[in-house]
């Protein structure tokens, strides 16, 4: 069983442009989630989707923005970059809603590593 | 809003001890999810375990075992005989909202040989 892809896997970017990163959650995975990594602030949720609609959102600008396709494959997209923004970005995929009696398991990828110069 | 403490920065041990992982949860919640995850340097957040908080009962899988006890609301892993391959970043987190994990700052295990 694939687990949950991401691509790119490594990107060097220039301050100023945008950037789209992939996710193909695990087959029959319905919620996709992105994360930030940096050294300074860790692990931090950028926002989370459900059949096509987000449901959640960090603490993030508007420079930042995600979607949902009908495969439930999701792309992030980081607008007019900045040097703050270089970071492991991660993907995570769970079966459905997370809260439901049976629990659920949340399943990351390997990330995309960004580096804005 | 959930919060979750790892107070242990760093580790180092030799191969073949025992390690124990701190986790200290905050949450407003009756039922909530905790979790475990190993980041080696490739990046890749690898499930190790997850843990409802209506079922108290300490699990082992292996060398690795997890102690949940919700009256000092810890949620502490162990690893029995560590071994060079168990050097990682350990990450505990806690559920909150539509599937936004909550992450603890991180313990970097280093097992020396």
């Known amino acids: 069983k694939a687990g949950v892809t991401q691509t790119p896997r490594y990107l060097i970017k220039t301050r100023g442009q945008q950037v789209t990163l992939s996710c193909s959650p695990i087959s029959g995975h319905r919620s996709v989630s992105w994360y930030q990594q940096t050294p300074g602030q860790g692990l931090q949720f950028l926002f989370e989707?459900?059949?096509?609609?987000?449901?959640n959102k960090g603490n993030f600008p508007g420079r930042f923005s995600g979607r949902q396709f009908s495969n439930s494959r999701s792309e992030m997209n980081v607008s007019t970059l900045e040097l703050g923004d270089s970071a492991l970005y991660l993907c995570?995929?769970?079966?459905?809603?997370?809260?439901?009696?049976?629990?659920?398991?949340?399943?990351f990828g390997e990330g995309s590593w960004l580096t804005v110069v | 809003a959930q919060k979750v403490t790892q107070a242990q920065t760093e580790i180092s041990v030799v191969e073949k001890e025992d390690v124990t992982l701190d986790c200290v949860y905050e949450t407003r919640d009756t039922t909530y999810y905790l979790f475990w995850y190993k980041q080696p340097p490739s990046g890749e957040l690898v499930f190790l375990i997850r843990?409802?908080?209506?079922?108290?009962q300490n699990e082992i899988s292996g060398r690795y075992s997890w102690n949940f006890q919700k009256s000092t609301s810890s949620f502490n892993f162990t690893i029995t005989a560590s071994q060079v391959v168990d050097s990682a970043v350990y990450f505990c987190?806690?559920?909150?909202?539509?599937?936004?994990?909550?992450f603890g700052a991180g313990t970097r295990l280093a097992v020396h040989p």
């Open positions: 989707y459900f059949s096509e609609t987000q449901r």
């Open positions: 987190a806690c559920l909150g909202g539509y599937n936004k994990l909550i």
């Open positions: 995570a995929s769970s079966l459905t809603i997370p809260r439901d009696s049976s629990g659920n398991t949340i399943y």
């Open positions: 843990r409802n908080s209506f079922d108290e």
